[in-house]
């Protein structure tokens, strides 16, 4: 491979579906369609600060676009594009193949076609950068600002494993095979809502996407929209294989544990069967865990029933 353009060709060109002007020219075209605004959101990783310098290269393909669809999905956006910026301190052929093949089968999954990018040669280390865009209806876009008091606080999937592994890995827990192999592909290949995010629109009145932990992003949703919340620790969805364990990490895994990337939106109470119902057909787990209430703070009712306290060392970046 001789220069920037051969990697280009080689790695970051596939077709563009009809109707789209992608990779080759100075600018990418698409259509945005009548009624809808552009949503557009931008990620940075960076090799040793966001990703272990080893990391399986398919993997970090797929984060890299996964943490981005997942904005588009907080918003209720339906995927159109995205753009790739790449710098590499060096070309390593099977790496950039294991590496756009996973950035790859996620775009075609999610219908979002890689239009164009920069490539460049780096001093120390590999860089990615991720833009995606999307198409919502403006009126009907996922704010932070929409929860109302009443409202049901709603999440996808579940909760917990992304930071299991990921303290697991750091040797922040005791050496675990078992729980590493169960909870890895949470925090390396995570699987945002797109579909019933889109399906979302409209009907939720407030969503964002779980990435510094549940009870800090929801925290944005009640300062945006000046409410509070209860919220119930028995009805958390936890990941399968946190499910009975007593271990005294579960509850902040759950509660505070970044890199999830699945939804936490609010609805109105009338909208239950109708979310039940959307969620099935996208076949997306959903699960109720609490209250929008007008009283500022956000309180949590314990396992035990107890008011949880919410300032010990794993909770701490909330307060
Ligand atoms: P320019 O000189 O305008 O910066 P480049 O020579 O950097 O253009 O890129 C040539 C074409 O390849 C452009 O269409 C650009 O969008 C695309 N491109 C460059 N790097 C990537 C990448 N990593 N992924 C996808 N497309 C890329
Ligand atoms: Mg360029």
Redesign the pocket.
């Known amino acids: 491979m001789n220069n920037?353009?051969d990697l280009?060709a080689r790695y970051?060109t596939r077709q563009a579906p009809p109707g789209y002007l992608g990779?080759?020219?100075?600018c990418?075209m698409f259509q945005v369609e009548p009624g809808h605004h552009l949503a557009t959101s931008t990620d940075l990783l960076i090799e040793g600060r966001h990703f272990f310098p080893d990391v399986d290269p398919w993997s970090l393909g797929h984060k890299a676009l996964a943490v981005n669809i997942s904005d588009l999905a907080a918003m209720g956006a339906r995927p159109l594009a995205c753009l790739?910026?790449?710098s590499l301190p060096r070309v390593d052929e099977g790496w950039l193949a294991a590496f756009s093949d996973g950035f790859y089968s996620l775009a075609e999954r999610a219908q979002c076609p890689?239009v164009?990018?920069?490539?460049t040669r780096s001093i120390a280390g590999i860089v990615i950068n991720v833009t995606v865009m999307g198409q919502v209806r403006p009126e009907q876009a996922l704010l932070r600002s929409g929860a109302r008091a009443g409202d049901d606080i709603w999440v996808t999937g579940t909760l917990g494993a992304a930071d299991v592994a990921l303290r697991l890995l750091q040797g922040r827990l005791p050496p675990d095979d078992t729980l590493l192999a169960a909870t890895r592909p949470a925090l390396e290949r995570p699987e945002p809502p797109w579909q019933f995010a889109q399906m979302l629109a409209g009907v939720a009145h407030a969503a964002l996407d779980i990435s510094d932990g549940l009870l800090q992003d929801l925290g944005h949703i009640l300062q945006a929209s000046a409410c509070g919340a209860d919220l119930d620790y028995n009805a958390l969805p936890l990941h399968p294989a946190l499910q009975g364990r007593g271990d005294a990490f579960v509850p902040s895994a759950v509660l505070a544990g970044g890199d999830v990337y699945q939804l936490c939106f609010t609805a109105s109470q009338d909208r239950r069967s109708r979310i039940q119902a959307l969620a099935h057909s996208a076949a997306c787990p959903v699960t109720r865990i609490g209250r929008i209430v007008a009283e500022p703070g956000l309180r949590v009712q314990g396992a035990d029933g107890a008011p949880m306290v919410l300032d010990s060392a794993g909770f701490d970046h909330f307060s």
């Open positions: 920037e353009f280009i970051f990779v080759g020219d100075d990418a790739l910026s790449v890689l164009g990018g920069d490539t």
